[in-house]
T-cell receptor, first 113, second 114 residues
Framework: GDSVTQMEGPVTLSEEAFLTINCTYT??????LFWYVQYPGEGLQLLLK?????DKGSNKGFEATYRKETTSFHLEKGSVQVSDSAVYFC????????????FGSGTQLTVLP | GAVVSQHPSRVICKSGTSVKIECRSL??????MFWYRQFPKQSLMLMAT?????????EQGVEKDKFLINHASLTLSTLTVTSAHPEDSSFYIC??????????FGPGTRLTVT
């Protein structure tokens, strides 16, 4: 079945540091890939997505590129802010599964001022 | 963008009682909705797929008789936790697919069973 393996946290960075959260996936078809963010006490919000190989999703300074050859979708940001502190989830949606999502385990990010 | 609401946001109930959680798509129709459960500091675990006008599809290991799902209209799905026990305490989240390959999530319901 489909699965998502995500870098374990927690990750603690200083403000303006570079962020990478690794994500790799296993899927039988051609999935769409997502990063969701969950701020403390809130529900999940879509951060960015990519629906086919080599697509780059970007939003709020975050980027991730759909790499089919390495089955990866790593999240990056060049300069993190304190407000980026949250839990980040990598997820995939298999085209044959009525858009059901499979999530990674989540990575807690804390950015210190 | 599409909005999914959940009610209540927090609920505390006594062991042995039942609790109903509502999930609504506010500005779009959803023939399918998903119910997830999230334990502290863990990922979302899919519990069931709610289908409008038909029976829900439950994931392996999820008790159908304990977690009753009703998808009565194109904008409302409900999850009823029957005879709740402390181990049912968790964060319950619903989602609905959008017009493209996207999911819109509700803000979640924190259930505490005492």
């Amino acid at each position: 079945g489909d699965s998502v393996t995500q870098m374990e946290g927690p990750v603690t960075l200083s403000e303006e540091a570079f962020l990478t959260i690794n994500c790799t996936y296993t899927a039988t078809g051609y999935p769409s890939l997502f990063w969701y963010v969950q701020y403390p006490g809130e529900g999940l919000q879509l951060l960015l997505k990519a629906t086919k190989a080599d697509d780059k999703g970007s939003n709020k300074g975050f980027e991730a590129t759909y790499r089919k050859e390495t089955t990866s979708f790593h999240l990056e940001k060049g300069s993190v802010q304190v407000s980026d502190s949250a839990v980040y989830f990598c997820a995939l949606s298999d085209s044959g599964s009525a858009r059901q999502l499979t999530f990674g385990s989540g990575t807690q990010l804390t950015v210190l001022p | 963008g599409a909005v999914v609401s959940q009610h209540p946001s927090r609920v505390i109930c006594k062991s042995g009682t039942s609790v109903k959680i509502e999930c609504r798509s506010l500005d779009f129709q959803a023939t399918t909705m998903f119910w997830y459960r999230q334990f502290p500091k863990q990922s979302l675990m899919l519990m069931a797929t709610s289908n409008e006008g038909s029976k829900a599809t439950y994931e392996q290991g999820v008790e159908k008789d304990k977690f009753l799902i009703n998808h009565a209209s194109l904008t409302l799905s409900t999850l009823t936790v029957t005879s709740a026990h402390p181990e049912d305490s968790s964060f319950y989240i619903c989602s609905a697919p959008g017009s493209t390959y996207e999911q819109y999530f509700g803000p979640g319901t924190r259930l505490t069973v005492t």
